[in-house]
């Protein structure tokens, strides 16, 4: 403008004060849009581009990591979500150092959902990269300890603000973290995406150095550039050692850590995230675009829920006549995770000795060393040919092999029921009964948010039928894979209705397909006595066989997954 010299931009370094620093940044800032008068001026070029065709404008790489992350948790219904990002960590050490948890882990309902959406849209790109101190946080909310870094962040200068989004205050209580271990089971997984090496990120060094039994030796050296961080030794230590050593909890309970390293300028990082990974359990993965990163995330969740087998409560069979007996056989109810709504359940039957170990049937130990069943093992019901033909000579942790489940996919037919009968009595599982319930075919598609046309199917559906050929074998009139869903929420219940010298065994179990299942075990041989389905959980039934059956698939981007 006539008058006025040109604003010059004030030049700093890394050795240059802070207060160079921040005339530095409102110099720069007096010559944004809107500091003087507006003039507008258009070129040809601008004027042939303004009105011809458009190309689409490349998108940043947080915005590229958000819509893979968003589109993660939308469709993996089965998993609870938790996030953590960084403070701002500028710009010495001991100033906004490490990172805040901004979402705990929470059942995802759908008001949870979308929260948490909402949140990593709005997450800003504006900080430091403390990757180790980050972690220490997240360790200290899964041990339950007070809040570290959590409140740390402040506003910068006049163009950064602090705490946007803010911590999670409702996963504390008086400063103190609610570890999310009292909802989960004993293991919880971190996965780490970051765009490049650690910066400003030795502050929580002496706080690791300090944790019983932590290898300093674990810790990481880079040359090019120049950096040391304990993240391998941290995520090694949580790896294999309590990190909530409550006394309400008394199981072991660890973290698994994977990394991934998102974009081309996450190169240089790869030594650190590789042995990161390694020492934490997981794996490392390298993703340059938004499809390579949801590959990568696909397999990082394909190690988690499919680590073979989740298992509830075990339970052996009472005496009825000797309350202080009881019989030796142990029942295992288990589930294979998976992405999808539906999941794979099964049920196998082991011994227990008189010196209190559970063999499998042929008198083997059945449980390793780290209190899961060896996939050695070989359980009563299933045959030595199924379990000769596995790599490991048995079925005992592999949901898909053996048990009941093997059973009911090469058994005839089963005595299925529904409360279709007058006044809920009860029915053959059948369309027609369930017709007769609902006021005719019409009322019942209506009930079931089908098609009238679709009925037969889902019905066979549910009697375990693959009608949609999920095992690909161009059969849609043989069993279905996942002919028994996950028993999530149902411990086994063994009853005797026999007598003592003459027991007869029933196993009840529920599952999550919406059946109740009762078996018969004879010993080395099990079958199924009847199932019953109430005609309340028939509109679940499209769903689920809609969403097919896909063994798959936490903690996201600087966040973690809690596996429930």
């Not at 800003?124 to 360790?139: K, M, R, V």
């Not at 304990?230 to 973290?255: H, I, K, R």
Request: with cysteine; proline share 4%.
């Amino acid at each position: 403008m006539p008058g006025r010299l040109p604003i010059r931009y004030t030049e700093v370094d890394n050795d240059s004060l802070s207060s160079d620093f921040d005339a530095a940044i409102e110099k720069a800032q007096l010559t944004a849009f809107g500091t003087g008068q507006t003039i507008t001026l258009y070129t040809d070029n601008y004027l042939r581009w303004f009105h011809g065709d458009k190309e689409l404008v490349p998108k940043t790489r947080l915005e590229v990591a958000k819509e893979v992350i968003k589109n993660t948790i939308v469709t993996t219904p089965s998993v609870d979500f938790g996030l953590a990002i960084f403070n701002m960590n500028y710009r010495d050490e001991g100033d906004r150092d490490g990172g805040r948890i901004v979402s705990g882990i929470k059942t995802m309902t759908e008001a949870n959902k979308v929260s948490l959406l909402s949140t990593i849209e709005n997450l800003p790109a504006s900080t430091n990269t403390p990757l180790c101190e980050t972690l220490y946080e997240a360790y200290r909310y899964f041990a339950g300890k007070g809040v570290y870094y959590g409140n740390d962040d402040s506003n910068y200068s006049n163009w950064y603000r602090a705490n946007r989004p803010p911590r999670d205050t409702s996963i504390e209580d008086n400063g103190k973290y609610i570890s999310p271990f009292k909802e989960c089971q004993n293991r919880a997984y971190v996965v780490y995406i970051t765009d490049g090496v650690p910066t400003v990120d030795q502050s929580a060094n002496s706080k690791i150095k300090g944790l019983p039994g932590v290898s300093s030796s674990d810790k990481f050296v880079n040359t090019s550039p120049n950096f040391t961080s304990y993240l391998p030794a941290l995520a090694g230590w949580m790896n294999t050692n309590d990190v909530n050593t409550n006394a309400a909890f008394p199981e072991m309970q660890s973290v698994t850590t994977f990394t991934i390293g998102f974009s081309d300028g996450a190169d240089d990082a790869a030594p650190l995230l590789t042995k990161t990974a390694e020492l934490g359990g997981g794996e490392y993965y390298s993703a340059k675009s938004a499809t390579q990163l949801q590959a990568a995330l696909s397999q990082v969740f394909s190690q988690i829920l499919e680590v073979n087998a989740s298992f509830t409560s075990p339970s052996i069979a009472s005496n009825n006549f000797d309350r202080t007996q009881t019989f030796d056989s142990v029942y295992y109810a288990m589930f294979l995770p998976n992405k999808r709504p539906r999941w794979m359940g099964n049920l196998k039957k082991f011994r227990v000795t008189g010196g209190g170990e559970i063999v499998d049937k042929n008198g083997e130990l059945a449980i390793g060393s780290d209190g899961n069943l060896k996939s050695s093992a070989c359980s009563y019901w299933t045959s030595n040919s199924v379990c000769l033909s596995s790599s490991d000579g048995g079925d005992g942790n592999d949901v898909r092999t053996g048990g009941i489940a093997h059973v009911l996919k090469t058994g005839g037919n089963r005595t299925l029921y529904g409360n279709f009968g007058s006044g809920g009595g009860l029915e053959s599982f059948t369309k027609s009964n369930a017709s007769n319930v609902a006021g005719g075919d019409d009322a019942l598609a209506s009930y079931m948010k089908t098609d009238v046309d679709q009925l037969a199917k889902l019905f066979d559906w549910a009697k375990g039928i693959d009608v949609d050929d999920d095992n690909g074998n161009n059969s849609v009139v043989d069993k279905r894979e996942d002919i028994i869903g996950d028993p999530l929420h149902s411990k086994p219940l063994a009853i005797n209705f026999g007598t003592s010298s003459s027991p007869d065994i029933r196993v009840i179990m529920g599952t999550n397909h919406g059946f109740l299942h009762m078996f018969k075990d004879s010993g080395a041989d099990v079958t199924e006595s009847w199932a019953f389905m109430p005609y309340e959980l028939l509109p679940n039934i499209k769903l689920m066989c809609q969403l097919g059956f896909t063994p798959s698939m936490v903690w996201i981007a600087r966040q973690f997954l809690c596996n429930n």
